[in-house]
T-cell receptor, first 112, second 112 residues
Framework: IAGITQAPTSQILAAGRRMTLRCTQD?????MYWYRQDLGLGLRLIHYSNTAGTTGKGEVPDGYSVSRANTDDFPLTLASAVPSQTSVYFC???????????FGDGTRLSIL | GESVGLHLPTLSVQEGDNSIINCAYS??????FIWYKQESGKGPQFIID?????DKRQGQRVTVLLNKTVKHLSLQIAATQPGDSAVYFCAEKDFGNEKLTFGTGTRLTIIP
């Protein structure tokens, strides 16, 4: 079944550790996105990529980095995790910026 | 500033009745609006979208209405079913911007 796969589904991490959240899509969508979802704050854009080889900063990029080496994969890295990065992280993709975004089922990340 | 909000944080509806979920937005430059459904432990699921040059769009059991004069968006769900219980988000986008701005969500509960 075509869609977006995120891994891991959940993770508990010690503060200061490095962590990479994985996202893979098999829909050949050009654009990919990373959001975090926090209670009362809704979904906020962290980073995006309009096409393979390009990335851009979203609303809350600090402490996160991304890469887009190919069309299918868009990993999100926390270089040195802090407790405020405890959240649910969603990856999304779309054909282009003018089409709806489709979401994975998220990674629940707790930083202790 | 830009904002997308919902009039009601919770809504309870009898099974079989119609539901109406409302959303206000403040960015008059928004070109595109989307409704998402999010079930517990899942990512947002695309329901229906509408572009700013339209007033109404219908899908299967769902209708989205856009009133640009008062910057109001609504989602109508006909003949609600228990599976419609979820949190519903509206989102808006200016095509000149990467950011998809989400509202904080309305929880819809279907009463059997």
């Amino acid at each position: 079944i075509a869609g977006i796969t995120q891994a891991p589904t959940s993770q508990i991490l010690a503060a200061g550790r490095r962590m990479t959240l994985r996202c893979t899509q098999d829909m050949r969508h050009n654009a990919m996105y990373w959001y975090r979802q926090d209670l009362g704050l809704g979904l906020r854009l962290i980073h995006y990529s309009n096409t393979a080889g390009t990335t851009g900063k979203g609303e809350v990029p600090d402490g996160y980095s991304v890469s887009r080496a190919n069309t299918d994969d868009f990993p999100l890295t926390l270089a040195s995790a802090v407790p405020s990065q405890t959240s649910v992280y969603f990856c999304a993709s779309s054909v282009n910026r003018a089409q709806p975004q489709h979401f994975g089922d998220g990674t629940r990340l707790s930083i202790l | 500033g830009e904002s997308v909000g919902l009039h009601l944080p919770t809504l309870s509806v009898q099974e079989g009745d119609n539901s109406i979920i409302n959303c206000a937005y403040s960015n008059s430059a928004s070109d595109y609006f989307i409704w998402y459904k999010q079930e517990s432990g899942k990512g947002p699921q695309f329901i229906i979208d509408i572009r700013s040059n339209m007033d109404k769009r219908q899908g299967q059991r769902v209708t989205v209405l856009l009133n640009k004069t008062v910057k109001h968006l609504s989602l109508q769900i006909a003949a609600t079913q228990p599976g419609d219980s979820a949190v519903y988000f509206c989102a808006e986008k200016d095509f000149g911007n990467e950011k998809l701005t989400f509202g904080t969500g309305t929880r819809l509960t279907i009463i059997p």
